[in-house]
């Protein structure tokens, strides 16, 4: 194969790329999704204009999407979205039909302008045939071998780590279209389509491809013998059903041993936009059944609780482990720390139980409860580098990596991790509120408040832990009303808790809340300290870092460290306000 630049295509390579183009939107992989087929389309087109140079997500949100001429890229994932979506189709198209074709079209990451390579043949009789390399032929047959493999599993994606039956498995059934009304089949098909490759990015569950449950389309289901055709141990299966107006989309997800319905949901939105419905709904409900507490791991934990200690897999005690961190206490943490030990002990290519430990550490920083805090630093650097080295294609590895640079003052590393994970992981919400509350820190106050609400829309039903995550995100992002709320609903607040609560109280004017919530502080941790919580997490931008030690001031609580304490923090990066200010004292 080789790859060409537009201008050297000759007309025959232009009408093979066309021909290859028509087979590619008539596959399988993209019969079902016309919106898949026309983004492919216009951007092959462009291409063969000469214009792939011009191709930006605004131009394709209004070609493509047919979004008004307000659609503002940035703010609106929907291209990025759909991008991610295409690529996975494209790949699996030319894993299976495509294999042998003469033309590979493909859509690189970061980029809408696509990549186009011509298979280099020779003429009958025109000489001698090209012999392939035998480095080549290696990499057919290694790829030959996963293709076979992936047919036998029937799974949607190769997911590295415990083996697979311990972890959880979904099938998507086809969704029902209730009233057999054409004009909505396409829609229930495509939403089928777009969950089972949402959920097949996640590497807590596996996705059973669409192929072995297309089978199951118009037929009477009994679901415990679903389970027991495909091997999974839970089903979902949904309806879509015009009411008017108005749509309404049901979901439910069922566990096939016992039949029992885990989770259900109705989703009720208005018919004028089909493309912005199938796709909001579709993003909820892959966020609402993966994550650390979605509904298959909340399901999970039940059945885990039964269990003895001694019978826990790897990715068990991975769950329980993620169940613990979540609860902030220092015995808590402890207990987590140890479950995922166990979980490496049991399991040492685990990366998600590395991704576990970096969390850990960084509550112990984060809210004054390690008893080393150089200690905790550096073991949360090491078990993120092991994440990453184990799992270089899992969006919460990458997510944990920038985290950890993070916590060592490194946000130039850091954001380029943040980068990677929110392209490997757009629809995963614990993702994108980490990155979010983190970034909040880094001077990215609008691009913060953005991820925190697709979160949001992403995730309705959020966990405790999103509340502090989100009332640091719009405390930083100066939406003080929005920070109080959101740290009002905090279950078990920390000092931290307390001073952001204080500051925001102070900078809308509430002297007397700010008063109540200071005090608080000073009740739970005598000796905190905005510049020593500052420097112990790895610092903040110039104009943040003001902010935070600013409204400590205001409040009455301990804004600098004193001169002589610098000496026992575990690094240097310091506020220039409370520079100022010792340099005052010691003149």
Known sequence: MTATAPDSWSDSDRKAIREQLNRIVNSGPFLHSRRRQRFLEYVVTEALAGRGDRLKGYNIGLE??????????????????????????????????????????????GSYTPHIELRQVSSLGSGPDRAVPMKQLGMLAAAGLLIIAAGLWGLQGWNTGPSLPDMPSVAVLPFDNIGHDPKWQRLADGMTEDIIADLSHSKDLIAIARNSTEVYKGKPIDIRQVGRDLGVKYVLEGSIQSMGERIRVTAQLIETDSGRQVWSERYDRPDEDLFTVQNDVTERIAATLGGWQGAVAEAERRLLRRKPPANLSAFDAYLLGIEAKHKVTKESLNEAEGLFRKAIELDPQLARAYVGL???????????????????LSKQMEAAQKAVTLDPNDGKAHFALGEAYAFHGKPKQALAEFDRAETLAPFDADVLINIAWVISYFGEAARSVRLAEQALKLNPHYPDWYNQGLSTVFFFGEQYERSVKYRLL????????????AMAHAYLGRTADAETAAANVAKLDPGWSAERYLIETGGAAEKEAELFVNGARMTGLSDCVPADKLKDMPNLIRVKSCDRQRARMSG
């Open 64 to 109: 493509v999407f047919d979004r008004p001429e307000t659609f503002d890229p940035v703010v609106d994932p929907l291209v990025r979205t759909e991008a991610a979506r295409l690529r996975d189709k494209v790949r699996e198209y030319y894993d299976t039909d495509g294999r042998d074709d003469p033309v590979r079209i493909e859509l690189p990451k």
């Open 358 to 376: 970096v969390h850990v550490y960084s509550y112990l920083i984060e809210f004054s409860l390690a008893p080393s805090v150089e200690e905790a």
């Open 490 to 501: 905090v279950k078990e607040p920390h000092a931290l808790d307390y001073a952001f609560l």
